[in-house]
Nanobody, 123 residues
């Protein structure tokens, strides 16, 4: 079993940057592809980015491609989301998740979830 906890959210102006972290417990962390999702008020949870077990493969939603970077450090049991050039439409609660399979983008394909961290981008 994997337990996940996000941190690093906050209030930032449009054009700014934030780095989200997700700390994981459990010896099986490195066996899971990891993903970030987000959920804005009144909207469904949506895929943001994912990364393979080794970190060698990454996937991004079109809306964040070129602005966000996902990475992981298996020695620290952590996954990160560097967010640059933030826009007001990036405002959401961001969740990290342990994925059942590489390349999955549906919330239904995630095994474990964190509780989320709020990112607010002001215009």
């Amino acid at each position: 079993q994997v337990q996940l906890g996000e941190s690093g959210g906050g209030l930032v102006q449009a054009g700014g940057s934030l780095r989200l972290s997700c700390a994981a417990s459990g010896r099986t962390f490195s066996s899971y592809p990891m993903a970030w999702f987000r959920q804005a008020p009144g909207k469904e949870r949506e895929f943001v980015a994912s990364i393979s077990w080794s970190g060698g493969a990454t996937y991004y939603a079109d809306s964040v491609k070129g602005r966000f970077t996902i990475s992981r450090d298996n020695a620290k049991n952590a996954v990160y989301l560097q967010m640059n050039s933030l826009k007001p439409e990036d405002t959401a609660v961001y969740y990290c998740a342990a994925s059942r399979r590489l390349g999955a983008t549906s919330p239904d394909d995630m095994n474990y979830w964190g509780k989320g961290t709020l990112v607010t981008v002001s215009s």
